[in-house]
């Protein structure tokens, strides 16, 4: 009988320290905008690829404004001393923050995050995957606490 239960506890041990991963975290969506309930989902992955224009018109405009000192895009005197890279347009769909840098020049889009700290979530929100032919998803942390996200990063591979 004695060597039943050590068999038993040792399975329980071993089972144990095979489940690490923490349950996720289920993070509710904001509620949405009156009159978008019958925009099309968010699909970070459709994006992939596409330059700014296209990206614009999937997502709906962006929060910044002409108005802005860094607003939707750059002034001419912006894009002469920035040559056009690396400006930054932030969007918000069904709940997600994505921002998403481009060329203001070539209209390339360089990258897509999208904020938030739940790897899992950001992932099936965005319908995404780790594993993907024609992009990576790279884990944004927190440079306060290196444990911690902020975000998954999208780039085109």
């Given at each position: 009988m004695s060597r039943a239960c050590l068999l038993l506890m040792l399975v329980l041990l071993c089972g144990g320290a095979a489940c690490t991963?923490?349950?996720?975290?289920?993070?509710?969506?904001a509620p949405g905008r009156p009159g978008h309930?019958?925009?099309r989902p968010l699909n970070v992955a459709a994006l992939v690829g596409r330059n700014i224009d296209q990206v614009r018109q999937r997502l709906g405009p962006p929060r910044e404004t002409r108005q802005q000192p860094v607003g939707l895009e750059p002034t001419a005197?912006?894009?002469r001393a920035t040559r056009g890279?690396?400006?930054?347009?932030?969007?918000e769909k069904d709940g997600t923050t994505i921002v998403v840098t481009f060329n203001a020049r070539t209209r390339e889009v360089?990258?897509?995050?999208?904020?938030?700290?739940?790897?899992?979530?950001?992932?099936?929100?965005?319908?995404l995957d780790f594993v993907a032919d024609n992009y990576l998803v790279l884990p944004v942390t927190d440079p306060a606490a290196p444990s911690r996200i902020m975000g998954v990063r999208v780039v085109a591979r």
């Open positions: 991963r923490s349950a996720p975290v289920v993070e509710s969506p309930s019958n925009s005197e912006q894009l890279e690396g400006w930054i347009n932030t969007f360089q990258d897509l995050v999208l904020v938030g700290s739940n790897e899992d979530e950001l992932l099936r929100r965005g319908n």
